[in-house]
T-cell receptor, first 111, second 115 residues
Framework: AQSVTQLGSHVSVSEGALVLLRCNYS??????LFWYVQYPNQGLQLLLK??????LVKGINGFEAEFKKSETSFHLTKPSAHMSDAAEYFC?????????FGKGTSLLVTP | NAGVTQTPKFQVLKTGQSMTLQCAQD?????MSWYRQDPGMGLRLIHY???????DQGEVPNGYNVSRSTTEDFPLRLLSAAPSQTSVYFC??????????????FGNGTRLTVT
């Protein structure tokens, strides 16, 4: 099964600052990779996904992620944080029927 | 669009009681799954189904049963609830049984407490 590690369970940024959420995967074969966002008391929503078509993937709400095979990473970034970005973010990977999630990173945005 | 509907939203059980968490989707999705979310643990897959009549175990299946008699419904059964099953449960579905091809659509969750 694909294993996903998210570095940092909590990240705090100022409004307008760069957002960087880290995700590394463990696999000898690059999996399909996803970032999901969860707002309080809601289910998860897809932000973006990597399926080998392009290493830089753009998602919704200004987020993007870059797949780096040499680093087995798929970090999520946004140039300028907005208060509404405060949420929990999950990296996930699959090579088949089971989508495996990381433990999540809670993003706090301060004014 | 209703999407993925989970009922109930909240439930409190006593140890040893049984119950069924309901999940229904109206998108004609073949793939359905159940996850549990615990603090610091992320989401862990309990069971999944790639079509009516077909189910399989995920990472943490013990203590849970599922069945898939129709495309629309995928109930999760707790036969004898334990405090370790206190969690938030999410049902998710997707168009493709190959989860790389289509995103998961999540319900809003069922918050279960077992005392």
């Amino acid at each position: 099964a694909q294993s996903v590690t998210q570095l940092g369970s909590h990240v705090s940024v100022s409004e307008g600052a760069l957002v960087l959420l880290r995700c590394n995967y463990s696999s000898s074969v690059p999996p399909y990779l996803f970032w999901y966002v969860q707002y309080p008391n809601q289910g998860l929503q897809l932000l973006l996904k990597y399926t080998s078509a392009a290493t830089l993937v753009k998602g919704i709400n200004g987020f993007e992620a870059e797949f780096k095979k040499s680093e087995t990473s798929f970090h999520l970034t946004k140039p300028s944080a907005h208060m509404s970005d405060a949420a929990e973010y999950f990296c996930a990977a699959t090579s088949g029927y089971a989508l495996n999630f990381g433990k999540g990173t809670s993003l706090l945005v301060t004014p | 669009n209703a999407g993925v509907t989970q009922t109930p939203k909240f439930q409190v059980l006593k140890t040893g009681q049984s119950m069924t968490l309901q999940c229904a989707q109206d998108m004609n999705h073949e793939y359905m799954s159940w996850y549990r979310q615990d603090p610091g643990m992320g989401l862990r897959l309990i069971h999944y189904s790639v079509g009516a009549g077909i189910t399989d175990q995920g990472e943490v299946p013990n203590g849970y049963n599922v069945s898939r008699s129709t495309t629309e419904d995928f109930p999760l059964r707790l036969l004898s609830a334990a405090p370790s099953q206190t969690s938030v449960y999410f049902c998710a579905s997707s168009y493709s049984t190959w989860t790389a091809n289509s995103p998961l659509h999540f319900g809003n969750g069922t918050r279960l407490t077992v005392t």
